[in-house]
């Protein structure tokens, strides 16, 4: 129980369910704390804030992408291997949402509530 209150936010889903949401996260993040160069292409940025990136990278995915990437010791090759093994959902997500979007009516609900969450659901 611990572990779930030092985290920012939910980890990366090895099944492929939040990445999206995750990605955003972790940007923003990074950036707040001034580590966001450690995720990028061509960077200077010192040994210290990429263990610190790479220490909050690995907190914050799901213990089984924690063992698949044991090895890397690099914050944008592990941000780059996790973009590479993910990044194909916003080819697969982002056609369904636009799809459900279009197909969103109000008078197809009972309540107001039911309508706000479909709404919700689409929009994250």
């Known amino acids: 129980m611990a572990n779930i209150e030092n985290r920012k936010f939910i980890t990366l889903d090895i099944f492929e369910k939040n990445y999206l949401s995750c990605v955003l996260d972790v940007k923003l993040h990074l950036s ?21 990136a790479l220490i909050f990278l690995r907190h914050h995915i799901d ?6 990437y044991l090895t890397v010791e690099n914050p944008l090759e ?35 509530s039911e309508y706000n969450s479909t709404l919700l659901k689409i929009v994250s």
């Open 32 to 52: 707040a704390k001034k580590l966001r160069q450690t995720i990028d292409e061509d960077n200077a940025a010192s040994n210290e804030k990429r263990v610190t």
């Open 63 to 68: 213990d089984g992408l924690k063992y698949e």
């Open 78 to 112: 592990l941000w780059q291997n996790l973009n590479d093994r993910f990044e194909h959902l916003k080819v697969v997500v982002l056609p369904k949402a636009l799809n459900d979007w279009s197909q969103l009516r109000f008078q197809d609900f009972k309540t107001v």
